[in-house]
T-cell receptor, first 111, second 119 residues
Framework: SQQGEEDPQALSIQEGENATMNCSYKTSINNLQWYRQNSGRGLVHLIL?????REKHSGRLRVTLDTSKKSSSLLITASRAADTASYFC???????????FGRGTQLTVWP | GAVVSQHPSWVICKSGTSVKIECRSLDFQATTMFWYRQFPKQSLMLMATSNEGSKATYEQGVEKDKFLINHASLTLSTLTVTSAHPEDSSFYICSARVSSGGQAYNEQFFGPGTRLTVL
């Protein structure tokens, strides 16, 4: 089945630093979405990038997509302690919009 | 806008009992909802796609008689874990896909999750 795989599995940084997470997927996609999940909570949609886009910005978030390498990256600039969470990428196949997720990257931002 | 709720937030039950979890789209219609389960520090695993007015589509390896899904209206899907066992203990999350027009059309929004513990 399609499944995004995030890298690294865990990342620990200081406030103010940038955090970069990567995601790889297996097959072709319509779009790729990044979500965050605070411990024991549901997912919050962060940003969507379509298969014909290469880069997208939203506030402190920057997402890139390389369809030739089947990979995407999420950059969080000027990180804050409140950014501490797990981050998942979900690739959406064409059938019924199912989302498949990788294991996620656990980001810890120290104040 | 685009809020999805789940009820209950957490539930503890005895082995052998059945548990129903509700997923509601509060301010939009959703012909399609999805059910996921998540083990600690693991990914969300898609269990099934819930289709309003028709049968759910289950992912490979998910027992449809074990996890009953009903999507009777455009705003409500239910997941019933039948004859629950301790190995069914998990975090269950639903998402709803916006089926009406507008900026969020076709996007998915997630509920806060339901923590199930089976003793």
């Amino acid at each position: 089945s399609q499944q995004g795989e995030e890298d690294p599995q865990a990342l620990s940084i200081q406030e103010g630093e940038n955090a970069t997470m990567n995601c790889s997927y297996k097959t072709s996609i319509n779009n790729l979405q990044w979500y965050r999940q605070n411990s024991g909570r549901g997912l919050v949609h962060l940003i969507l990038i379509r298969s014909n886009e290469r880069e997208k910005h939203s506030g402190r978030l920057r997402v890139t997509l390389d369809t030739s390498k089947k990979s995407s990256s999420l950059l969080i600039t000027a990180s804050r302690a409140a950014d501490t969470a797990s981050y998942f990428c979900g690739d959406r196949g064409s059938t019924l919009g199912r989302l498949y997720f990788g294991r996620g990257t656990q980001l810890t931002v120290w104040p | 806008g685009a809020v999805v709720s789940q009820h209950p937030s957490w539930v503890i039950c005895k082995s052998g009992t059945s548990v129903k979890i509700e997923c509601r789209s509060l301010d939009f219609q959703a012909t399609t909802m999805f059910w996921y389960r998540q083990f600690p520090k693991q990914s969300l695993m898609l269990m099934a796609t819930s289709n309003e007015g028709s049968k759910a589509t289950y992912e490979q390896g998910v027992e449809k008689d074990k996890f009953l899904i009903n999507h009777a209206s455009l705003t409500l899907s239910t997941l019933t874990v039948t004859s629950a066992h301790p190995e069914d203990s998990s975090f269950y999350i639903c998402s709803a896909r916006v089926s009406s027009g507008g900026q969020a059309y076709n996007e998915q929004f997630f509920g806060p999750g339901t923590r199930l513990t089976v003793l």
